[in-house]
């Protein structure tokens, strides 16, 4: 006779073998696993100040975009989740369409980058990656990608110089920090920020990854690892899940005084939204992005709530503003099959009508 939830002996023992075969063909599978990493394009460096470095993507034909389109990620991980591997890969897929792909790599900050400032990552490595390119290409302005954290840079960066950046797109960039489904800007509300900067110096990246984790601790921390079972007799999908695995893990400290800064004007003082960013000594005001802009944000994104960048559209001055809702998780937009197919062409054909 069936239990309540249909469990039976049969079905009992059937899971155990099942379970016992997956373990046994994983002990094969691991022996013949290659080592894995991230980023699958080639690339070339073009311009460094210091540990940060601007790479050009090098496809298999020449681009054909007027206009070169600048990669600013967040600082809490590198950035090549946007270049994961072969099949999934948002600048691979660009790369084919035509565009001119560079990205900025912000390195590996030490004790020497602790007073590090965002005028720092934003003027003058940003900045600077921007103006080599507007150089380089005999360009007034070039095209802006802003992710995440890299998104605020490029929206604080946009107000700042609107005249540098002829399109701007965003994707799961954080806008309104104080959304009430804002888990992580919830946590940071009654930290003493000071306090926490003053004793750790720059921010571990062990201790940015465990909050980052907790956000979900069962589907993160067990759910994910018990689901390996499944794939032990894939080579393929196992070496899939290493290399998602080794870029989580391969996370940079944070600058110690730009965390501060950032903490304090974006998470608790909701700057975008109430006042209050300054950028060295200049106020940012998103009235001034007044360039085209593509908001894309992910409908089931943890760290980003969909409302948190759709407040985007009711606070910058710009004209021509466009929405791309994303079917998918904060990671899942870069790597997922479904990302491949929609969001490179999406970026590529919204830039195509504006950059003639």
């Not at 690339?43 to 496809?59: A, N, P, T």
């Not at 791309?324 to 919204?350: C, D, M, N, T």
């Amino acid at each position: 006779m069936n239990g309540p939830l249909d469990i039976t002996a049969d079905k009992l023992a059937q899971e155990a073998i099942t379970l016992q075969q997956k373990l046994g063909a994983g002990l094969n599978t691991l022996r013949e696993v290659d080592d894995v990493d991230y980023g699958a394009t080639k690339r070339q460096e073009v311009w460094r100040d210091g540990k940060v470095v601007l790479y050009r993507f090098i496809g298999d034909k020449a681009p054909t975009a007027p206009i070169p389109l600048l990669i600013s990620y967040a600082l809490v991980n590198r950035p090549y989740m946007v270049d994961l591997q072969d099949d999934k890969s948002i600048v691979r897929n660009l790369l084919a369409k035509g565009e001119d792909v560079y990205i900025i790599d912000w390195g590996y900050p030490d004790r020497s980058d602790r007073f590090l400032t965002l005028e720092d990552y934003i003027e003058r490595f940003l900045g600077g990656a921007i103006d080599h390119l507007r150089r380089t290409h005999d360009l007034d302005a070039i095209n802006l990608l802003g992710i995440c954290q890299g998104g605020a840079f490029s929206l604080c960066y946009c107000a700042l110089h609107p005249d540098k950046i002829r399109n701007l797109i965003t994707m799961v960039t954080p806008v309104d920090f104080h959304t009430d489904d804002n888990m992580l800007s919830n946590w940071t509300q009654d930290i003493d920020v000071d306090l926490f900067v003053d004793t750790l110096g720059n921010v571990p990246a062990d201790l940015m990854n465990y909050c980052y984790l907790m956000l979900k601790p069962f589907r993160l921390n067990l759910q994910k690892y018990v689901g390996l079972v499944d794939i032990l007799d894939d080579k393929a999908a196992i070496e899939d899940f290493l290399r998602m695995e080794k870029w989580i893990f391969d996370s940079p400290d944070q600058a110690g005084e730009a965390f501060r800064q950032f903490i304090k004007q974006f998470y608790q003082g909701n700057g975008f939204v109430n006042g209050g960013i300054t950028i060295g000594e200049r106020d940012v005001h998103l009235g001034l992005v007044e360039m085209p802009v593509l908001n894309i944000f992910a409908e089931q994104d943890h760290l980003v709530p969909p409302a948190s960048s759709r407040a985007l559209k009711g606070l910058i001055g710009s004209d021509d503003y466009s929405e791309l809702s994303f079917r998918g998780g904060h990671i899942g937009i870069y790597v997922s099959g479904r990302a491949q197919k929609e969001v490179p062409s999406a970026i590529h054909e919204w830039l195509a009508q504006r950059s003639r």
